[in-house]
């Protein structure tokens, strides 16, 4: 099955600057990522993804980027703000039936020092 | 709309009790999946359902059981607790199109003495 690795768990930046997180995937059927967001107590929620017909994604802050010949992909949050500080898990899935399973990595905590 | 419900946000059993966790969503979402979270683990899958009907096993299966008798509703079974699954539980859902955005509820926390 699929497996994702996360990188770095533990992830402590200043305000203002920008953070990066990578994930790494096995299977190279995998064409869904998308990327959440879980503050502490609450439900994890969905702040980007990206489908394998494409390169870079852009949402205000955030953009993830994808390289499916080395099959990783990374966000990227510029400007950062102290509220941005939460765990972020990226995750992966495939076509067909496997489209439904998300495989999620460790998670990346997060922490925008002001 | 409320999107997806789960119910109790907290329970703590002791071993051997069994119980049902539940979840409802109004989505209208074909697509049902419980996972769990324990600390330094991410979210593992444990069982998901494609709709009514239809149920399959995740990456963690052993020990609950579900259904999906509805297209709203997909309940997860503890049939006999263990210490080994206190953790905390969310169930998501979303439609059956591929690659969709799973939206989360707000997950039970669940502990075994």
């Known amino acids: 099955g699929e497996n994702v690795e996360q990188h770095p768990s533990t992830l402590s930046v200043q305000e203002g600057d920008s953070a990066v997180i990578k994930c790494t995937y096995s299977d190279s059927a995998s064409n869904y990522f998308p990327w959440y967001k879980q503050e502490l107590g609450k439900r994890p929620q969905l702040i980007i993804d990206i489908r394998s017909n494409v390169g870079e994604k852009k949402d205000q802050r955030i953009a993830v980027t994808l390289n499916k010949t080395a099959k990783h992909f990374s966000l990227h949050i510029t400007e950062t703000q102290p509220e941005d500080s939460a765990v972020y898990f990226c995750a992966a899935s495939g076509p067909g039936a496997g489209s439904y399973q998300l495989t999620f990595g460790k998670g990346t905590k997060l922490s925008v020092i002001p | 709309n409320a999107g997806v419900t789960q119910t109790p946000k907290f329970q703590v059993l002791k071993t051997g009790q069994s119980m049902t966790l539940q979840c409802a969503q109004d989505?209208?979402?074909?697509?049902m999946s419980w996972y769990r979270q324990d600390p330094g683990m991410g979210l593992r899958l444990i069982h998901y359902?494609?709709?009514?009907?239809?149920?399959d096993q995740g990456e963690v299966p052993n020990g609950y059981n579900v259904s999906r008798s509805t297209t709203e509703d997909f309940p997860l079974r503890l049939l006999s607790a263990a210490p080994s699954q206190t953790s905390v539980y969310f169930c998501?859902?979303?439609?059956?199109?591929?690659?969709?955005?799973?939206?989360f509820g707000d997950g039970t926390r669940l502990s075994i003495l």
């Open positions: 998501a859902s979303s439609r059956r199109d591929f690659n969709q955005p799973q939206h």
């Open positions: 989505m209208n979402h074909e697509y």
């Open positions: 359902s494609v709709g009514a009907g239809i149920t």
